[in-house]
């Protein structure tokens, strides 16, 4: 099955801003649940072409990156919407789940600008100096004023420029970084064209419309919360409202505040709201349609305990960082257990293994091609490798059902997903045989009722050697971030494996179920 491809016309990110500053230049674009500030729409376009004028100045051209380090702030709205509407590629850099990979990932982008939070640690405002590059400071909000010299630096530009962005649709936009479904995360590039697609197809799917006002909270570094808040209240010209972190005491209380009608969800905060249930009921929050559930599959069980506690649609979804979200359900009337019907832009089958396209019921791997496809992984220092013509093959396993529904049934990578980031068991089964004393070694993921999944290791020392749990703990902390740290490492006389002598996943999960304690060392 596939979708029709619409005759939706291109539009930059200047065409986007600058027709919204003309018709609603008043209205609130962002607001900032931290500091209370507004960002209009009339206000983002200045910024944006005050930045135009500052890289301008300096001669960037087409392909050169700006790489911008922050936490969720308006400032890191406005500076990667100002970097992408002048034609070069923005980056958003986490430095928290990606932590040990900044330096890498610094290297590897080979920014011509680096542009940081002024609050980010020594360490990582030491790994931007290094680069060699120019770089500056930022606060909270895009304002000139003490303590902020990137916008007290760009106050000085013109609020217009007339100029159209340097390069084409074509050249790359963004490069969005997994959260390393590899040995090491992984840079995705995207075009402008792929950029307005993706987001022109959320819209259309989530329903997104002027009036709404979209609460995200999850890190601006994915794509998802780009995919769900930011970009589509842009195409709206509707408004979105950032919170710098989730949380489940104030949550419902900024729903209420702030006269939410969108909220982001995922599996992991749903739970957390079910484990500290409070008295909300959707009666006492009329400005609210719906939440989405997306990034993880959420469990059935789980699904329905929301509904029987607060009377919230939930609207699930399903993306990735090469091709943005790919199905949605309709959220006038959402439907449990399917991830919905492909969204516009994208083309979406599933193949059996020799690629021929499979019956309705029946499980193949997803394969998607359109404009909303991505064009390239960033595999070294500046250096893109494209992805190949025809349809991406995404690893994901599924069916359609007759009517057109899709439903995800596993996936042909085993990635652990916690609390929707993706983790590469081999990047830490990787660290674990550094060690020493360690003769063989496994991870996998493992129920956890809050994040979906948790990391579990398995150890195998070497014969006559000392080796502990914690020892091991240890030995990662130095070369992981806290996010991926394992919630049991347990040793072992043997890693099980299958016939064909590949680790046994189901067996080590059989016997974290029956042996280990779920975030305790093991034995």
């Known amino acids: 099955m596939a979708t029709r491809m619409p005759a939706v016309p291109y539009r930059s990110l200047g065409e986007i801003i600058g027709g919204h500053s003309a018709r609603r230049g008043d209205k609130a674009y962002a607001i900032s649940i931290e500091t209370g500030y507004q960002l209009t729409y009339a206000a983002l376009d200045a910024i944006t072409s005050r930045i135009g004028h500052f890289l301008a100045e300096r001669g960037l051209q087409a392909g050169d990156r700006v790489a911008i380090m922050s936490e969720n702030c308006l400032s890191q709205v406005a500076l990667f919407l100002g970097v992408q509407r002048y034609g070069v590629t923005a980056v958003l850099v986490n430095c928290e789940v990606n932590e040990k990979n900044v330096g890498q990932i610094l290297h590897d982008v080979d920014p011509r600008l680096i542009l940081w939070h002024r609050d980010l640690p020594s ?17 909270d909000d895009p304002e000139a004023g003490s303590g902020n010299s990137f916008f007290s630096l760009i106050a000085r530009y013109p609020e217009r420029r007339s100029e159209g962005p340097v390069g084409t649709p074509l050249d790359i936009a963004v490069i969005n970084y997994t959260s390393g479904t590899t040995d090491r995360p992984r840079g995705v590039c995207c075009s402008h064209e792929w950029y307005f697609y993706v987001h022109d197809s959320a819209t259309l799917g989530f329903d997104i419309r002027e009036g709404d006002r979209v609460l995200e909270y999850r890190a601006l570094t994915w794509l998802s919360p780009q995919n769900l808040a930011m970009m589509p209240a842009l195409h709206a010209g509707a408004s979105f409202v950032l919170a710098r972190k989730f949380s489940g005491s ?3 209380g900024w729903i209420k505040k702030y006269g939410a009608s969108i909220s982001a969800g ?26 989405t559930t997306s990034t993880a599959p959420i469990a059935p069980e789980t699904y329905e305990a929301f509904q029987r506690q607060y009377g919230i649609p939930l609207v699930q979804a399903c993306g990735m960082s090469e091709a943005g979200f790919m199905f949605c359900n309709d959220p006038g009337a959402p439907r449990r257990g399917t991830v919905g019907k492909p969204l516009r832009n994208l083309i979406a089958r599933f193949v059996d293994e020799n690629g021929n396209e499979t019956p309705p019921g029946v499980e193949g791997e997803l394969v998607v091609e359109g404009p909303q496809v991505f064009s ?4 070294g220092r500046g250096q893109i490798q494209p992805r190949p013509p025809g349809a991406f093959r995404t690893g994901d396993l599924g069916y359609f059902d007759r009517e057109g529904y899709v439903f995800l049934t596993g996936r042909k990578k085993e990635l652990i997903i916690k609390g929707g980031v993706k983790i590469s068991p081999l990047e830490i089964t990787s660290y674990l045989c550094e060690h020493p004393a360690v003769l063989d070694a496994a991870t996998v993921g493992v129920p956890d009722k809050i994040y979906g999944e948790a990391v579990a290791c398995f150890v195998v020392p070497k014969p006559g050697a000392s080796l502990t749990a914690e020892v091991l703990l240890e030995h990662l902390k130095t070369r992981l971030s806290e996010f991926k740290m394992p919630s049991s490492v347990t040793l072992l006389n043997a890693i099980p494996k299958t016939a064909r002598q590949k680790v046994s996943t189901e067996a080590l999960v059989n016997h974290w179920q029956e042996n280990v304690l779920p975030g305790q060392a093991g034995p």
């Open 123 to 139: 360490e990582l405002q030491a790994l931007a100096k290094a680069q060699g590059v120019e770089q500056h400071a930022f606060a």
């Open 250 to 252: 104030q949550f419902f």
């Open 266 to 291: 995922v599996p992991a905060s749903i739970a957390m709201l079910l484990e500290r249930p409070h008295p909300v009921t959707r009666a006492d929050l009329p400005s609210l349609r719906y939440m």
């Open 376 to 379: 390239g992984y960033l595999t």
